[in-house]
């Protein structure tokens, strides 16, 4: 348990002893997890370590200053923080770096990521929220150095519209938005730009946000000098400090190895931020890495004889024990005691997590053995499959994988040979790979009820003669519907507030909902998206708009990383449901019309990407969207914010379904499949198709991710028996995508007659103006030939050459 150390109070000598102590013993318990967890990577138990060792101390005081309710979003250093509050455990420190996949056991990811990875759980068991306000939180690490930042803007955030938007229910979620968002990070990371993005984009918004450098001048190899400007992250921010009339960053410096004035630090520095909702900068300097970066090499190769000596007698943790001695706060016999016992207790922990690790491997093996035995009994081949089965004997700490690979090996030897026990270990093989299978691969998307592809769709409902109005109209109408419906909405961007996006779909709704909820931002596109990640994993509804698709890249890395493996990587323990609004496709020019397509599907997987042909069918999307709780991509086509579509009786209650295609146009030729701006061409085409006998069936994909999900393509090729795809992506990308799902997924080889074909934008990024396009996209005389083409392979008769 943690004790409050309140420097305020007047503590009994007993009462501070009692919470020094405390903090040694876990800052023992820490470093000694690390020097055992190197050993077992070095041993082969484990296959990777990066532990926190040299930088105990400042987590500590992190700890005390870290309330209920407060975020974290940190990086691989903080085992020591955990640890301070209860959250992670030694035993479960083993279970990480072994990759025990009970996640009751490895409470990080169930052992899909490696060890050094901290999070908290949000959801229960059933998908509703725990009360976040009761426990102390932490947004799950990833790897990509600086990742962490985009997320720790928008955490903090949640905070700022708790407090200032009074209509957003915050039961669960905050109180009076006092929680601070606190954000670690090494000091060589801060080049990247995602954390000066994060910095400049904090001070802007002032937001109640604590982020502390754990700086220990490396960065693996690499020493401050080619990393930092002058060497210090500190120095050179100092144009960010606050001034009497200027907002900005209050900063601190301090030694990591000094133990009062971390403790007053940082609760100074979560006062500051707490109640007034002003970020702070913690330079901790002066850290130390006992034992080098991480398990992969070692640090004498690179750090000198004077600063390995400088390390040894500057680790945080020899000084905090000095200074407890100095102090008379515990003697000598007594630490020694406290360190002989920790040392016990985190060796005890280690040997029973390795057993709870192999347990369930090994009564498998004993199971599989059995099998293997009778099955060598039964069949001609028992030589080979007794060699097998002493092989797996051998075998005295197995992962799932001997097993299977045994088991699987032992079938090829009993190939057509029938007796029963055969049968018994085809059966044992499927069930175990059923059984497991899931343990790495579950979670992508939702596994509940509310899953967004099982919102149900609602169709618009048109009046006799509907008006006509532009595009951009129904979408400003149904986000004025969304924004009244669901207070917890908001959405921001660059143009989005003043003065109504872009494209004016949202025009006056700044007016209408206020500066918070309908929000300009920077020039920034990671933070943008790391808002919204961040206000999403603390119960808002945010809808982060990056202002074209071509633009998109400069946020990709956090959507990937961040965003579409959160749900996956935390097992279905943390949540982000934040949808990515943007537009694009076929304007004309390399940077606005671009069709990332291929890349965008393939580094989003864990997201729903959406591609609507119209506004109509845009605002469907958001609507299903808010009624489930998964993160998606919905990207509006540019060019189609002016066209004309009649309105709809029941625009607020559309749904547009996802992962179902809409067959458009029914045909008896050929299928076409197509999305987006390029589906409008191809409706076109259709008609033209038609003058000249050619009846094209048209789908529109409408939805990437996941793709028609009923199968509904092949149903057509069954019926036309030919597939022509169209996509403005280039060849490859897209379109061999929904090639490998039509073909392979949906099995429609079986109904081709003709061999399928993709028409594609040409390889190069598309060049400027109507010619541009016209040269670089497919437009419609080459999607017209296309389908020609192929009705002239079967009836040259009745379509002879065109061209
Ligand atoms: C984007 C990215 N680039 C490179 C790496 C490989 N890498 C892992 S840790 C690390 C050094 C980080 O140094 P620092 O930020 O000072 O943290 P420290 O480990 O020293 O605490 C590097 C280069 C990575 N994980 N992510
Ligand atoms: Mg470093």
Known sequence: MKIQLDPEKDLSFKDFKEQILEDYRIAVTSRECSLLGRREVLTGKAKFGIFGDGKELPQLAMARAFKNGDFRSGYYRDQTFMMALDLLTPKAFFHGLYATTDLDKEPMSAGRQMGGHFGTHSLNEDGSWKDLTAQPNS???????????????????????????????SGLFS????????????????????????????????????????????????????????ENISEILKGFQRTDGD???????????????????????????????????????????????????????????????????????????QWILDNNIAAEEELQGLEKQIRKEVRTAKREAWAEFLQPHRTQKQVLLGLLKSLAESSP???????????????????????????????????????????????????YMEETQPLYSSHLYSELPGNATRIEEVAPVYGPEPRKVDGRIILRDNFDLLFSRYPQVLIFGEDSGAIGDVNQGLEGMQKKYGPLRVADTGI??????????????????????????????????????????????TVGKQKAPLIVRTRGHRLEGIWHSGSQMGGIIHLLRG????????????????????????????????????????????LS??????????????????????????????????????????????IDAQSLLPFDLDHQVSDSLKKTNRLLIVDEDMPGGCSAYLLQKILEEQNGYQYLDSPPRTLTAKAHRPAYASDGDYFSKPNAEDIFEAAYGIMHEVRPADFPPLL
């Open 175 to 230: 109180k009076n938005g006092n929680e601070v968002a606190w954000g670690t990070i090494g000091n060589a990371s801060t080049s990247e730009g995602h954390f000066f993005e994060t910095v400049n984009a904090a001070g802007v918004m002032q937001v109640p946000m604590v982020l502390s450098v754990w700086d220990d001048e490396y960065g693996i190899s690499v020493p401050a000098k080619y990393q930092t400007t002058k």
């Open 247 to 321: 907002p900005g960053f209050e900063m601190f410096r301090v030694r990591g190895w000094d133990y009062t004035s971390l403790i007053h630090t940082y609760e100074n520095a979560a006062d500051i931020a707490r109640e007034s909702h002003i970020p702070v900068l913690i330079h901790v300097m002066e850290l130390t890495q006992p034992q080098g970066h991480s398990t992969s090499g070692s640090h004498e190769r690179y750090k000198s004889e004077e600063r390995l000596e400088w390390e040894r007698e500057f680790d945080c943790n020899l000084k905090f024990r």
């Open 381 to 431: 081949n028992k030589t080979f499959i007794n060699k097998l089965i002493n092989d797996l004997i051998a075998v005295e700490e197995p992962l799932k994988r001997h097993l299977l690979i045994t088991a699987r090996k032992a079938l090829r030897y009993v190939l057509g040979e029938e007796h029963p026990s055969r049968i018994t270990l085809q059966k044992w093989v499927q069930k």
């Open 524 to 569: 920034r596109e990671a933070t943008i998206i790391g808002q919204g990640i961040g206000m999403a994993l603390r119960g808002l509804r945010p809808i982060a708009e990056i202002q074209y698709l071509d633009y998109i890249l400069y946020g990709l890395q956090t959507l990937s990383d961040d965003l579409a493996t959160l749900l996956y990587r």
């Open 607 to 650: 997201m729903y990407i959406l591609v609507p042909r119209n506004m109509t069918k845009a605002a469907g999307f958001y609507n299903t969207l808010l009624k489930s709780d998964e993160p998606a991509l919905i990207i509006e086509s540019l060019n189609g914010y002016r066209l004309k579509e009649p309105v709809p009786e029941n």
């Open 653 to 698: 209650e559309i749904c547009t379904p996802i992962g179902k295609v809409e067959v458009v146009k029914a045909g008896q030729d050929l299928t076409i499949v197509s999305y987006g701006s390029t589906f409008r061409i191809v409706q076109q085409v259709a008609r033209e198709l038609e003058q000249v006998g050619i009846d094209a069936e048209i």
């Open 139 to 169: 947004s799950p690490d990833i790897s990509p150095t600086a990742g962490q930042m985009p997320r720790l803007l928008g955490l903090a955030q949640a905070s700022k519209m708790y407090r200032e938007l009074k209509d957003i229910p």
